[in-house]
C-alpha cells in the first residue's frame, strides 16, 4: 500500500479568475496569477503565472498574453490546459505507469453543465485519473470552519476575480445561492474606466489592480485611511507619460455602482430563503470570502444594508483552497457536497 502511495498525488485546485491556488498534503505549493503566456507564431508555451503577468500588456507582436478564465469560468479551453499543465510541471510530476493523479477543483455556483464539462476535460488533459469539482461557496464554508453538515444556515459571500458567489449552505447542500458577474475583474475596469474619464489618463490592468490594493475602498469614509497612492499613465490629451496621485474617496466613488449590485444580490438571496434559516443567519450572521473580501469598509457597508453582524474570514484569499482540501482529503464523508465527472452530461 505504501508502495502505490508513493505515485498517488493529490491536488486542490483554486482555478480562479485572476489566480490559481494549488494545495497539496494540506500545503500552498502554487499561488500564481492565472495566465499564460503563448508564442504566436509556434503556439507554444512561454511562460506561466507570474512570470506570464511580468509579460502582461507588455507583449511585442510575436507573444501574446491569455487569462484562460473570465468570469469563473474556462473561456479559452486551449490556454486553460497550457495553464493547468504549467502548474501542475511546477509542483513536480510523479511520472509512471502506475502514477495516480487525483484532484478536486472549485467552481462557480451558477456554473453551467457545459462550463463542467470543459474543467473535467482540461484535467483529463493533464492525466488526472479522478476529478472532482465543488461549488466556491460550499468550499470557502469548509475553510473557514463551518460545519457544513449541521442544520445550521449560515449566508457565504465569496467575491472573487470573476464573480461573486451569495449562498446558504445547510445539510451539506447550498438551499439558495446568487451568482454574479460583479467581482475582482470589474471593480478593477472600473477603476480604468474612472481614470480616464475624470484624470484623462490611460492605465493597464496592472496599475488599476495596484490602485485597488493601496486605496480600494468601498466607504468614502474610513476610520483608519490609506495614505494617498501615486501612479503613472499616459495622458490622453498629449500622449505623454504623466503622474497623479488617487485618493480613497475617490476610488469609493469609482466603485460605488458595482458595490451596490453585491449589495443587491445578497439582498435577493436572503430573500428567497426559508424563514427558520433566516432565523440561524440572524444569529451567525454574514461570511466574507475571497480577495474582495479585503476591499476596506466592504464588511461594514454590507451590514449597515442588511442590519446583519458581517464577518471577514481570517484569510480570505485562502479560503477556497483550504476548503477544497479538506473535501480532497476525506471524499467519502463530503461525497454528498461533491461533482463527479459521471454526474455531468
Known amino acids: ?91 513536480g510530476r510523479r511520472r509512471a505507469f502506475f502514477s495516480h493523479l487525483k484532484m478536486v477543483i472549485c467552481i462557480p455556483s451558477g456554473i453551467t453543465e457545459v462550463e463542467k464539462r470543459a474543467v473535467f476535460e482540461s484535467a483529463a488533459r493533464v492525466d488526472a485519473k479522478e476529478t472532482y469539482l465543488i461549488y466556491e461557496p460550499m468550499a470557502a464554508a469548509l475553510g473557514i470552519g463551518l460545519d457544513v453538515e449541521e442544520p445550521v444556515g449560515n449566508m457565504i459571500i465569496d467575491i472573487g476575480g470573476g464573480t461573486t458567489e451569495i449562498a446558504v449552505i445547510a445539510l451539506s447542500g447550498i438551499v439558495s445561492d446568487q451568482s454574479i458577474r460583479i467581482a475582482g475583474d470589474e471593480l478593477t475596469d472600473n477603476i480604468v474606466n474612472y481614470m480616464r474619464k475624470t484624470h484623462n489618463m490611460l492605465i493597464g490592468e496592472r496599475t488599476a489592480e495596484q490602485i485597488k490594493i493601496h486605496v480600494g475602498s468601498a466607504l468614502p469614509e474610513l476610520e483608519d485611511p490609506p495614505a494617498d497612492f501615486s501612479i503613472n499613465g499616459r495622458d490622453l490629451l498629449n500622449g505623454i507619460p504623466r503622474q497623479i496621485t488617487v485618493t480613497y474617496q475617490e476610488i469609493a466613488g469609482a466603485l460605488d455602482e458595482s458595490i451596490t449590485q453585491i449589495e443587491d444580490a445578497v439582498i435577493r438571496a436572503l430573500e428567497t430563503i426559508p424563514p427558520e434559516l433566516a432565523s440561524d443567519i440572524y444569529s451567525t450572521g454574514l461570511y466574507l470570502t475571497g480577495g474582495g473580501a479585503m476591499l476596506r469598509g466592504l464588511d461594514k457597508r454590507l451590514s449597515k444594508k442588511t442590519q446583519l453582524p458581517v464577518h471577514v474570514a481570517e484569510d480570505p484569499l485562502l479560503a477556497v483552497v483550504r476548503g477544497t482540501s479538506k473535501a480532497l482529503s476525506d471524499t467519502r464523508r463530503y461525497k454528498s457536497i461533491l461533482v463527479p465527472a459521471s454526474s455531468v452530461s
Do not use: C, W, Y
Open 1 to 91: 500500500m505504501r508502495f502505490l502511495n508513493f505515485f498517488k498525488q493529490e491536488l486542490a485546485v483554486d482555478l480562479g479568475t485572476a489566480n490559481t491556488l494549488i494545495m497539496q498534503n494540506g500545503e500552498i505549493v502554487i499561488d500564481e496569477p492565472s495566465i499564460v503566456a503563448i508564442d504566436r507564431k509556434s503556439e507554444e508555451t512561454i511562460a506561466v503565472g507570474r512570470r506570464a503577468m511580468q509579460m502582461h500588456e507588455k507583449t511585442h507582436e510575436n507573444i501574446q498574453t491569455v487569462r484562460p478564465l473570465k468570469d469563473g469560468v474556462i473561456a479559452d479551453f486551449r490556454a486553460a490546459e497550457q495553464m493547468i499543465k504549467g502548474l501542475i510541471d511546477m509542483i
